[in-house]
């Protein structure tokens, strides 16, 4: 058993999270969607995209991006563009679903679609005609199992309670709404007004046609944020109910996303600060009834994240924590990532470059990446330690590896236990750290200063 160190959580929601240890531990890291991580991805040939397509059968899993945004957050770190007229979504549809008409005759026939997320930018800036039409079609390419979980993020500025019903006739059963904060002042230093009534009404129109998976965005660490403002935040957030809640800690990448320098002017919280706002969430969130999940998700009794953590059968992709395990995920749309066989393939980021790739008859790949035999099995370790908290360890591996966990023991971190790894409930503040240990690219990557911090 491993000595007090004077550092350990505090039981249940009263967890304490030491600031002298978010300062010893801050450094750049993965969030670990994958592994090998986005930034290792290069030139992949045809080949061996089309032979992984072919490898399994089954059902699959799909995301869609949808790049367009009326205007620009200036946190976002995702790739969006911004339009004003939303009929340039039209012969967006069309591109995507020519890209999976080329993805299904590389395919085995007969697989079918058991999980569907619609990301962005803005999903809901599709005109309905067009969100349904997107839909449609990919259900006439892959038929839907009976039990597929068919996700859209939703922005509540976007759109009206015509277009929500339609989102319900068209099928969806999970929405995700963009949150962020409820603050007015900390909504305006990064250009998202968004009063709080705007979502309540979308949440109060779901409610009225049925049972549908909420899940809340929320982001801490930024401009003005305060435990009491946040508090309010949360106290509002908790009021509307919604099934699930992501808390992610804003990445502050502004040499990949230049509009986030106008964010620095209305200064950041520090470390200690967003520890502090963190710390908060989390009892606030426990004491109402809500349950973590991996490192930044909370959800309801009864939510399938936390049947599946409890199982240990949690898992992340690149769309985030998900309890379809397994499952091959082709991506559709610009800068949008797939995984499977063995292998990681992206989309190209411009629209037009896309656009007439798909139109030659090719596949729009930029670029990828084949694991090797030690990658599937850092990948194993890393997504097991990220969701689950717990790896057995082969006898005799990553030797050199459980000796860099040594600081991370003492700290309180992590239990070593013969060949097994535990992750203590103060270590899940630190899994980015923890994980970052078995990940074989990071140590001598110069690109590891293209991540965000851990804190």
Request: proline share 7%; charged share 25%.
């Amino acid at each position: 058993m491993n000595a007090p160190t004077g550092l350990e959580p505090k039981v249940g929601p009263e967890l304490h999270v030491p600031e002298e240890l978010v300062a010893r531990y801050r450094t750049r890291a993965p969030r670990y969607t994958s592994y090998p991580t986005a930034p290792q991805f290069g030139p992949i040939p045809t080949a061996a995209i089309d032979a992984a397509l072919r490898r399994n059968p089954g059902p699959l899993s799909a995301y869609v991006h949808i790049p367009f945004c009326k205007s620009l957050c200036h946190y976002c770190g995702c790739h969006v563009e911004i339009h004003a007229r939303r009929e340039i979504g039209a012969g967006y549809v069309d591109t995507v679903l020519a890209e999976a008409d080329l993805l299904a005759a590389r395919l085995q026939p007969g697989r079918t679609l058991d999980q569907l997320a619609l990301g962005g930018g803005t999903p809901t800036f599709l005109q309905p005609d067009d969100m349904a039409r997107l839909i449609d079609g990919l259900r006439a390419r892959w038929p839907f199992t009976p039990t597929a979980d068919i996700s859209i993020e939703v922005d509540p500025r976007t759109i009206d309670e015509a277009y929500l019903n339609r989102l319900v006739d068209i099928g969806f059963g999970r929405y995700s709404f963009g949150v962020q904060d409820f603050d007015a002042t900390v909504l305006e230093a990064v250009h998202r007004a968004q009063p709080a009534d705007l979502t309540l009404r979308a949440v109060r129109t779901l409610r009225e046609r049925g049972e549908f998976d909420l899940n809340f965005d929320l982001m801490y660490g930024l401009p003005h944020q305060t435990p009491e403002t946040f508090r309010t935040t949360l106290d509002i957030v908790v009021a509307m109910r919604p099934t699930r809640i992501a808390l992610f800690l804003y990445a502050h990448v502004p040499w990949m996303k230049p509009a986030q320098k106008l964010v620095e002017k209305h200064g950041i919280p520090d470390a200690a600060a967003r520890s502090r706002l963190f710390v908060l969430a989390n009892e606030v969130l426990a004491g109402a009834g809500y349950e973590r999940i991996g490192m930044d998700h909370f959800a309801l009794p009864g939510d399938d994240l936390l049947q599946a953590q409890a199982s240990g059968t949690l898992q992340r992709n690149f769309m985030g924590y998900t309890s379809r395990a397994g499952l091959d995920q082709v991506g559709m749309g610009v800068s949008a990532i797939g995984s499977f066989g063995g292998v990681y393939a992206q989309d190209l980021k411009d629209r037009e470059a896309w656009t007439a790739r798909i139109a030659a008859g090719e596949l729009p790949i930029e670029r990828g990446f084949l694991l090797t035999e030690d990658d599937l099995e850092r990948r194993r370790v890393i997504m097991q330690l990220f969701c689950n908290f717990t790896i057995q360890l082969e006898p005799g591996m990553f030797v050199e590896e459980r000796e860099r966990l040594a600081p991370m023991v003492k700290d309180g971190f992590v239990v070593l236990t013969g060949d097994n790894v535990t992750v203590t409930p103060l270590g899940r503040h630190f899994i980015r750290n923890v994980c970052a240990v078995f990940d074989r690219y990071l140590e001598a990557d110069a690109a590891a200063r293209r991540y965000s911090h851990t804190a």
